[in-house]
Each structure stands twice: as structure tokens, then as C-alpha cells.
């Protein structure tokens, strides 16, 4: 089985950790032989082609990169359109060329800009689309996929919250069904090296004793960095350091923070000495080993919450915003702690509760890992994927899926 996967993106964010999971299990399929394009440069392809994936960029021109309507109005998304529409032709030529390169059997597509890319290209391979978003939060999209989705044999979500997103804005004709990310759990484990966070972030050894906490994301606005500063600066009395993990990885015009203004909002709130950002990190596992407390902060529905997951496996104390497909990953005050999305206040308390209690923190982290050994795990992921793409007709049809 020849399967290709389509992402926009080619630096490494959640939906791509995923797509080189789904390589790594091989979709499913024993043997299958993995492909890989992306709309742009950056590290993915090589993590990919490390796992043994061919890959290929085919670059979107900007004014293509910068369309999206996760923060903008509808008419401000067809202007984004337009604008684009003299560079389309060209571009996906050259995708189109790409992606027949690869003679796909299987194109799985993971990203809104790829399964609209995917839908249109004349190739007879089925189509899956792999959904890590919300569609109903994008007015224009969710509009071109419902009348694009004749093209799609199979929609996979990321969490039912998710999938019952898609029922609403997509035909009920169209095969969908929920599976879970996973994390490797051997990867992703309390033992092993500790990153340096101080030395990443430019700042002084902590003091001993003092309880490190983490805000591992990317710089997306709706990832809660806004609401994260405000509770650390809530915690003026305690001997805590904060570190923001992560950095603008889209192109996506107007969707996330930039580094300035970051950097701006610490000194707003008097936190310069207090809070580090480490940006982009390779070695994940280590960064979280560094910790005491990993926050989930997002201010919207969260599609899944990869960063939950894999700091439960690694055994920490995890904080999260119960939104969306997170209240999925586990249970308040058994796995993780709860804290209101948005609202400083709220994780400040939950954070307090868990710097008095260090006990506390070991206990809770060893039962987040057990949950996601259970729950999360690469084998768990392999199955539900095959069971998944066993629906998928040499024709391009899809059989019958309940919904």
C-alpha cells in the first residue's frame, strides 16, 4: 500500500507529530510505503525521511500561506482568496505534479488548506481527511469542504469533540469516525535526561527548591500565553520560574503572538526575572523532565491537546483547560487539574494547590502516566487506524461507517 500524506506546514507542530506517528504504524497497513508533501520548508520532512518516508516541498506562494479564517471575518477571507487566485494555477500544477509523483494509493490529507488541495486533484486514490480542527469556527472552509466532501472517502477526528464539530458542518453521507492521537510512551517517560531550561532561556540557574513550570505551545493566540503570564504574576509570593516552550511555526497571517509581543506582556507584568522563553525544542521529553507542572491554557475548544498527553506519560503534575477534545484525555483531580479556559484566577489556584503539595505532584503524575499507558499508547493508535482505513475500497469509496 502506497499511502501520501498532505500537510501544510513543514515545521512540526501537533497534526505533523501525528501524521509521523501514522508513519511510524505505517496507517495501518504492514509494510505500506509512506510519502509525505508539504506547502512549505522546515524540519518535518527530515523527521520523516528518518522514519523512511519520501517526501517533497512544493512551497505555497505567500499570499496562499497567508489565507486562513480561524480569526478572520468571511469577507476578509474571500479578499485573502481572490488575492491569491492569480498565483492558484501555477501552484497547483505543481502540487498536482508532486503528489502523482508519488503514485499514491492512499492520499491522507491533515490540514484544511491540504484537504482542500486533495479534493480538487484529478488522482483516483481515496481520500482521507485526517481532521485536527474545528471546521465550524471557520465560515469560509467549513463551506468548501461540505461541497468538496463528494471527493473525501473517509473523515478521521482527533477527539469526538471534534467529530461532532464535523457532523454538523459536513454531509451525513460522508464516512466519519474518532481516533485518538497517541503518544509514544517509551519516548515520552519520567526517566532520562533533564533539559537546561535556564541556559535555553537565557537566564540564571534557579535557586534551589524552586518549582518549575511550563507552558509547552506554540505561539498561536488562542493558546492561552495571554492567560498564563497573568496567573504567574498571580503567584508573586511563591518560589516558582515559568518557561514559555515553543515559537511562531504558521504562516497564517494574524494567528499568532509574536515573539515581541510576548516579551512585551512579561515586562508589562513585571515577570523579566521570573519567566524564560526557551523557544523551540527538540528534545521534548527532556523539557518536560525539567519541569514540576505542565499548563494546558488554551482559550478555545482544543481539537485534542497533544502537549496533555505526552506530559501525562512523562509523569508530571498537568494543568489543563478543560475545552474541547482535552476534557476527553482524563479525569479532574485523578490524571490531570482542571483550571477554567481563560481565566488567570482559576489556574493560579489550581497551580497553588500543586506547588504546596510536592507528594502531591509525584502521585499525580504517576497516575496520569498509567492512564495514558491505557489510553494513548502507539499500539492502541495502530489498531483504531487500520479498523478505520479498513473502510477504504480499492475504488475510492468508502463502506458504511456508523456515525
Known amino acids: 500500500m502506497r499511502v501520501t500524506h498532505l500537510t501544510p506546514s513543514g515545521e512540526i507542530g501537533g497534526a505533523e507529530c501525528v501524521i509521523l506517528d501514522c508513519i511510524g504504524v505505517g496507517d495501518g497497513w504492514p509494510g505500506a510505503e509512506m510519502s509525505v508533501v508539504t506547502l512549505g520548508p522546515g524540519p518535518f520532512l527530515a523527521a520523516a525521511a528518518r522514519l523512511g518516508a519520501k517526501g517533497r516541498v512544493v512551497e505555497a506562494p505567500a499570499t496562499l500561506t497567508a489565507v486562513g479564517d480561524s480569526f478572520a471575518s468571511p469577507v476578509a477571507v474571500v479578499r485573502s482568496l481572490l488575492a491569491a487566485a492569480w498565483t492558484f494555477p501555477a501552484f497547483f500544477r505543481r502540487f498536482s505534479a508532486a503528489v502523482a509523483a508519488m503514485v499514491p494509493q492512499v492520499i491522507h490529507s491533515h490540514g484544511i488548506k491540504t484537504h482542500v488541495l486533495g479534493a480538487l486533484l484529478p488522482h483516483r486514490a481515496p481520500v482521507v481527511w485526517h481532521l485536527h480542527d474545528y471546521l465550524g469556527m471557520r465560515t469560509v472552509s467549513s463551506r468548501l469542504l461540505n461541497l468538496l466532501a463528494r471527493r473525501c472517502a473517509l473523515a478521521i477526528a482527533v477527539s469526538e469533540s471534534v467529530a461532532q464539530d464535523a457532523r454538523r458542518c459536513l454531509p451525513a453521507r ?63 509570593a511563591e518560589n516558582v520560574r515559568a518557561y514559555v516552550i ?158
Open 174 to 236: 460522508l464516512p466519519l469516525v474518532v481516533v485518538h492521537n497517541p503518544v509514544d510512551c517509551d519516548r515520552y517517560r519520567p526517566e532520562g535526561p533533564v533539559l537546561d531550561l535556564d541556559s535555553l532561556s537565557g537566564l540564571p540557574p534557579a535557586p534551589v527548591g524552586t518549582v518549575r513550570i511550563g507552558l509547552p505551545a506554540t505561539f498561536a493566540r488562542w493558546k492561552g500565553h495571554d492567560t498564563f503570564l497573568e496567573a504567574i504574576a498571580l503567584l508573586a
Open 246 to 403: 515553543g515559537a511562531p511555526v504558521y504562516r497564517t497571517r494574524g494567528s499568532q503572538w509574536s515573539q515581541a509581543e510576548l516579551t512585551r506582556m512579561v515586562a508589562d507584568l513585571g515577570l523579566q526575572a521570573r519567566v524564560g522563553f526557551s523557544g523551540l525544542v527538540d528534545d521534548m521529553p527532556a523539557a518536560y523532565r525539567a519541569l514540576d507542572i505542565v499548563v494546558h491554557a488554551s482559550t478555545r475548544p482544543e481539537p485534542f491537546g497533544l502537549v496533555i498527553v505526552e506530559a501525562m506519560a512523562s509523569g508530571r503534575a498537568v494543568v489543563v483547560a478543560p475545552t474541547g477534545g482535552a476534557a476527553e484525555l482524563f479525569v479532574d483531580g485523578e490524571h490531570a487539574l482542571a483550571a477554567e479556559s481563560g481565566n488567570a484566577a482559576a489556574l493560579a489556584a489550581a497551580l497553588r494547590r500543586l506547588i504546596a503539595d510536592p507528594a502531591g505532584r509525584v502521585e499525580l503524575g504517576r497516575r496520569a502516566r498509567a492512564h495514558v499507558l491505557e489510553s494513548f499508547g502507539r499500539e492502541r493508535f495502530a489498531a483504531d487506524l487500520r479498523l478505520a482505513l479498513s473502510r477504504i475500497q480499492p475504488t475510492g469509496k468508502a463502506a458504511g461507517v456508523a456515525r
